[in-house]
């Protein structure tokens, strides 16, 4: 039998209320970041969240709301797009977890909200994918950073322009997963972007979802573990 996760549930933990912030897992614990307050003033502020205590995070480079986040190997934190209260942003920042540092990175091609973001490594090189979101419309565009030359690159469109979905690495970080979303009506796709190297890559239908969804979360979770949930009322889907 494989490793037990006992799922919990942690009520009233916001220092501060807020919508559409993004989070990320990290060694420290969950890190929730941005969004707007209950005066829809958007927010440049943080918080940490671990079973043993919740303190204020990072102050974050400039606010930010419908952005995403997505960690890098073990240590940095990638920031991309969203609202920044006056405009659409196409801003790319890292934040070192280790050094407490952050540091800009390459302006997307495409400004974006309600956007997804993920990595997968390819060759022992490390590589972020944005796809999706919204600007104006929603979009199709996906863009590929390569760490090594420091450039965004244009990916394969998404088979539907649409936004408010997940993507997820894989649990061999070799791919990324695009799981439903909203594009005027909900979707139910699981697509995977599978890359035979940084310029051929396409996307391929790997499974649909039961119920077709929008602003849901998603997690990769290893084979090795079995999943036991404290409340039955809740429904959790797992696929590989």
Known sequence: MGKKINVLKIANFYYCVRYGGDSVVTQFG???TGGRDINNEYLD????????????????????????????????VAFSGGWNGNSYTNQTVFYDL????????????????????????QNNSTFLVVAGGWYNDFISS????????????????LPKAMGHFQMISSPDQQSVLVIGGYDGTYRNEILELICNGIHDCQWTLKQTLVEARQDFVA???????????????????LFW
């Open 45 to 76: 502020t943080s918080e940490v969240v671990n079973l043993n205590e919740i303190r204020v995070g990072p102050k974050l480079p400039y606010k930010m709301a419908f952005h995403c986040v997505a960690k890098i190997g073990e240590n940095v």
């Open 219 to 237: 997690i990769s979770i290893p084979d090795s573990y079995d999943i036991h949930c404290t409340n039955n009322n809740k429904q959790f889907g």
């Open 142 to 157: 996906v863009e590929i950073l390569d760490f090594e030359t420091n450039q965004w690159l244009e990916g394969p469109d």
């Open 30 to 32: 969950l890190w929730i």
């Open 98 to 121: 280790n050094s407490e540092t952050w540091e800009s990175g390459p302006d997307l091609k495409q400004a974006r909200e309600y956007h997804s973001c993920s990595a997968f490594q």
